[in-house]
DNA sequence: AGTCATTTCGCAAACGTTTGAAATAGTATC
DNA sequence: GATACTATTTCAAACGTTTGCGAAATGACT
């Protein structure tokens, strides 16, 4: 079925020459003889000579290839994630090759194993929620495989990291929303036994407390999902009707509380200022349009490309490296009230 | 720096045995000594032994890799046609190696080249929209690479095709404005040098045209895009304030006229009730939840690599095969009135 | 003891490419 | 006409694996 593509050998036999000639005259080594080198790049051009890859990654031990291996890339974070690994990839002659663990710890280590077998130069990885083993990623280490953690931390590896600032983030939405003059604002919170739970949580806190904004009781929801914030906010608005100001964890949870509060009559931001996290593509779509920290997943997937293409090609074994980007506060209509 | 992986070269090192009898070893070929069997199968495991797939590559022709070229990760519906792929690639040992083209006819023939020479088993792809000339196509055709298209059909290179119904789908949707008590339709249309422009066009003009509904010199706006579709509104509910449903191209216009509807203190869908085309995530955002045509995103992914799976595996040529999909219209708020 | 079969293993080639070293041919020098 | 040098080309090994074929060893049977 399958024909084939042009191999040096081909050439070579063309023009009865030696393979190593011919490699050689394709690279303008100067050993070779105008006259032979013209006719084999003459030749080669004609006949669309490509290079097979899979030969010179068996031979040079590098695939130009890198792992990336996300939760799922349907969400608009990883997309653009990945979208920034690929663009700085690409720039240096590098592809990549992409697989989803669905937070799936087993499909996680499936995929570890299936790309350490492809010859992968280096990985770039966002682990699973469910991940608490970590020794597939013990593995790549010592196989010495350069590796590269985004946004979600591990740290029984030694790893470079690209993390973003959740803590700053959660602050500057919250102290925006106070700067609009909320007095009541209530936290839609993610779980508290992950890192971003907890800092976006603190950062929150931390700004209500540099502004002497009291804490009550209620300040504080578990609540990361939009459907849940559809069932939570008419119960929590109709006891405290005084809440003006809601943070989320992240936009699609801050979303549903918009709508529950649009539901029962109460004016966005007027009534109540509402802020997500994020910046997915949703936010723009949301009416009002929602104020939502950028959490910058192109600028991460660049600087993890960047990191490990860096540590890909260099000799020496220097420490891990750990990168934290700014987030932005990217006021839309949610929020802003005149004051 | 990078360590390496062990190979059964080591394995018949350390045992003292030649590699071929370790390899035969590791597949239990029947001539080999049950005890060397054992001796190698024990070894393998202790040390972690994974055949090195880029040698089984070269030497099989074969590298259990399938490249995707789409145009951009981002959108929704590329990423679901992803997952579909990367879930039956992965029922079958097959990894996926994904491109974005960014909708660039160069970014696009650079991918297919720099994929073609890492010996990719096959190729799913859905065109870019500025693609005009071919040859990158024929070119796989040629080598005898197979190769799936996957929404935008290319009729000069004979592959196989996963398309969806756009035609009957844009017809289920007028049709259920119509029921839903819509007299004055508009439709919000692509361009119509695509494919898709054309026909989801025409199964709108279909459906009025079956129902006995005249069409106005108004009837059909070309305008796809959430921004567009913002400015156009209030221009044309002022000019025609009888103008009572809105079917768009896609999702994005669709949400976009309804925020413009809203703005005009018109009732969704009382007063104007909207159908979309893709059902994309923000379909769920929207507010009223968004009537669309779900595109099977997922299901088309999966059938493409069905598809392709079955001709790489397959020794005899047989032609071309071209799947047209259902779509689904899916009911939702924004449509959906008291009668 | 010679023949034959069986069991177990190693050799070598192959996939496509690169590269150090060796070989060949040609030219110049003495 | 021998030597040395240069220019050009080829050889062979290597990357890790598979596999047809042959080799060696063992045992059984005449």
């Known amino acids: 079925m399958k024909g084939?593509?042009?191999t040096i050998?081909?050439?070579?036999?063309?023009?009865?020459?030696?393979?190593?000639?011919?490699?050689?005259?394709l690279k303008d080594h100067p050993d070779i003889n105008p006259k032979t080198k013209k006719n084999v790049q003459d030749l080669a051009k004609?006949?669309?000579y490509k290079p097979n890859q899979v030969a010179l990654n068996l031979l040079q031990k590098e695939s130009k290839i890198i792992g990336v291996i996300v939760p799922e890339i349907i969400h608009y974070f990883f997309s653009t994630v990945i979208s920034g690994i690929e663009k700085i990839a690409n720039e240096q002659g590098y592809h990549i090759i992409i697989a989803q663990s669905n937070e799936s710890y087993h499909?996680?280590?499936?995929?570890?194993?299936?790309?350490m077998s492809s010859n992968i130069d280096g990985f770039i990885i966002t682990m699973a929620k469910t991940t608490m083993n970590f020794d597939h990623f013990k593995n790549i280490e010592t196989v010495g495989v350069p590796m590269v953690f985004v946004d979600r931390s591990c740290d029984e590896v030694t790893a470079d990291k690209v993390l973003v600032d959740d803590f700053d983030g959660a602050y500057k939405a919250t102290k925006h929303l106070i700067d609009n003059g909320c007095k009541t604002i209530v936290h839609l919170a993610g779980?508290?036994?992950l890192e971003i739970g907890i800092q976006r949580k603190e950062g929150f806190l931390a700004a209500l407390n540099d502004a002497n904004v009291p804490v009550?009781?209620?300040s504080i929801q578990i609540c990361d999902s939009h459907d849940h914030a559809l069932r939570l906010l008419p119960e929590l608005l109709s006891k405290r009707n005084n809440i003006d100001g809601i943070f989320a964890v992240n936009d699609l949870t801050a979303i549903g509380a918009m709508k529950a509060v649009k539901a029962m009559n109460k004016k966005v931001p007027d009534d109540v200022a509402i802020s997500g996290f994020t910046n997915s593509f949703i936010s723009y779509i949301a009416d009002p349009e929602l104020t939502t920290?950028?959490?910058?997943?192109?600028?991460?997937?660049?600087?993890?490309?960047r990191m490990l293409l860096k540590r890909i090609k260099s000799d020496e074994n220097y420490g891990?490296?750990?990168t934290i980007l700014n987030t932005e506060l990217v006021v839309r209509k949610s929020s802003l009230r005149k004051k």
Not at 14 to 25: D, Q
Not at 294 to 305: I, S, V, Y
């Open 320 to 322: 891990p490296v750990t």
């Open 107 to 115: 499909k996680e280590v499936e995929n570890v194993q299936a790309l």
């Open 293 to 305: 920290i950028d959490q910058k997943g192109f600028e991460m997937g660049q600087h993890a490309a």
């Open 4 to 6: 084939h593509q042009v």
């Open 216 to 218: 009550s009781d209620f």
């Open 9 to 25: 050998k081909d050439i070579a036999k063309i023009l009865h020459i030696s393979p190593s000639t011919v490699s050689r005259a």
């Open 46 to 48: 004609k006949l669309n």
């Open 191 to 193: 779980p508290q036994n």
